[in-house]
């Protein structure tokens, strides 16, 4: 029997596709991933005269930046969420997180698909936000119906794609032709369609009630809306873009800029009107009406250290309590503001790790031992900063691989403007988004707890110490 693709080598094709795809789709996109690699040239330039930091973080997370991007996607039916979870298992990519963005006027919830363990992450992170339309939240009855009847009938994924989907089900992988043909036809899905396939009137209809249900009903397909490069310096990406053609968004979402980075910080250019074109009156596709929608947008986002739960909790009341602070603020005015708002959060990898706000991994310092195994202290938390302190083993903050609820809805509404309500009543949609996608979210608090766990049981192993003194 012909071999396996793996999966990670299926998702690295993938997303190596559609990165294509996009930049023959959107040539901005095309401009944006010179402008980051050549900031990240230049940081990486800078840093290795510097404190060498980033050279520092281990090859394995510069070889990733290069290829690593995230992209976004919105799904009309609880099928399609079914159906796209099987897709991304292909890739390696599990569901990650619940996003409910209903609070923030976007009637949608999400979840993201990513790789989950340290050797595909380490590969290549390809992450795709996917986000479902809740149509029990448009108010009008009438629409609503309209809405569900018109996503009943679109079929997204080719029939090619599921019979290969079938094939992984029994057969357990693809072999290196079926793996083509895959990432060809997983393409089709999110390729952009011009042709809408409801008149000028019913679009019109569904933007009116929320410009997020026109971009989900009115097409065949849930086009890929952005794809993301990472930046190691999105300050100084978001002051050069004007100079490329680009014009940002007015204000980074997330974090401020820091010695130690944190999370995520994202910044993005705006969606561009495109034609597009409804059917005729006799339902063919040539001569209908023109129209325009703005779907597709450009976005770069930089990453730092993931936060456990206390540090999270940490940075949604610090996030929550700056909104007095930079409200109505742009550009640098806002960031100062953002900055002093987050004054009294730790900004030392030392503290981060010692109160438990950060999560870390660790590693054996190159040909480094334990020479007085006695004379460390017994308790785990104490010894392992014994060891830190010695130099015998290396802590490395743990790169954050998810997204942010406040962030991702700051970036819709950049793109979908402010038009229909301002949030809808959060009720608790987990439930039902998970049974749509028929699994659970994984928790993304346990996944880096764990990543952290096993670094550090190696360590101890590795060095002949027990792991449970
Ligand atoms: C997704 C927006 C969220 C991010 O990076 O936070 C997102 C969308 O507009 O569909 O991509
Ligand atoms: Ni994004």
Redesign the pocket.
């Known amino acids: 029997m012909a071999r396996h693709v793996s999966f990670d080598d299926i998702r690295t094709r993938f997303s190596s596709a559609m990165s294509d795809m996009y930049r023959t789709e959107v040539p901005q996109y095309g401009t944006l991933l010179k402008l980051v690699a050549d900031i990240n040239a230049q940081t990486l330039y800078q840093d290795a005269r510097g404190d060498a930091a980033l050279a520092d973080r281990g090859g394995s997370e510069m070889a990733r930046i290069e290829i690593e991007r ?1 992209g ?1 996607i ?1 799904l009309g039916t609880p099928a399609e969420l079914h159906t796209m979870r099987r897709v991304f298992a292909v890739m390696g990519m599990s569901p990650v997180g619940y996003y409910d963005l209903a609070p923030a006027g976007m009637p949608v919830h999400a979840t993201a698909f990513r790789p989950v363990d340290d050797e595909a992450l380490a590969r290549n992170p390809f992450r795709v ?1 996917t ?1 479902l339309l809740r149509l029990e939240l448009i108010e009008d009855e009438a629409l609503r119906e309209r809405a569900a009847n018109i996503l009943e009938r679109r079929q997204i994924f080719t029939d090619r794609l599921m019979t290969l989907l079938d094939r992984v089900d029994s057969e357990g992988g693809l072999n290196d032709e079926d793996a083509t043909a895959f990432v060809i036809e997983a393409l089709e899905t999110f390729r952009w369609h011009s042709h809408a396939t409801v008149d000028a009137e019913t679009y019109h209809a569904f933007h009116q009630a929320h410009r997020l249900i026109a971009d989900v009903v009115c097409f065949r397909g849930p086009h890929i ?2 794809l ?1 490069p990472r930046t190691l310096d999105i300050d100084a990406t978001q002051q050069a873009m004007p100079d490329w053609g680009i014009t940002p968004k007015a204000t980074i979402e997330g974090p401020p800029r820091r010695r130690c980075p944190i999370l995520l910080r ?1 910044t993005s250019f705006k969606a561009l009107e495109e034609p597009i074109l409804f059917p005729s009156e006799n339902g063919g596709e040539r001569g209908g009406e023109r129209g325009t929608h703005t779907a597709r947008f450009g ?1 770069i986002e930089q990453r730092g250290a993931a936060l456990t739960r206390r540090g999270r909790k940490r940075y949604d009341e610090l996030l929550a309590a700056s909104r007095e602070v930079t409200h109505g603020l742009e550009g640098e005015a806002q960031q100062r503001a953002l900055r002093e708002a987050f004054h009294d959060f730790p900004d030392d990898e030392t503290t981060l790790r010692r109160e438990g706000l950060a999560w870390f991994e660790y590693q054996v310092t190159d040909g480094a031992s334990v020479t007085n195994a006695e004379a460390l202290p017994r308790e785990r938390d104490a010894r392992l900063e014994a060891l830190i302190e010695q130099g015998v083993v290396r802590a490395r903050p743990i790169t954050y691989e998810d ?1 942010l609820p406040v ?2 809805a700051g ?2 509404r950049s ?1 979908l403007g402010d038009n229909g309500p301002q949030h809808y009543a959060a009720t608790d949609s987990r439930a039902d988004f998970e049974a749509a996608l028929g699994a659970t979210v994984e928790d993304e608090f346990a996944l880096y707890e764990q990543r952290s766990e096993r670094s550090l049981s190696a360590c101890l192993a590795q060095l002949g110490l027990a792991s449970d003194a």
Request: aromatic residues 18%; hydrophobic residues 40%; proline residues 0%.
């Open positions: 995230h976004a919105r936000f986000s809306n952005h993301t994202q976005e997204f962030s991702a970036i819709f793109n």
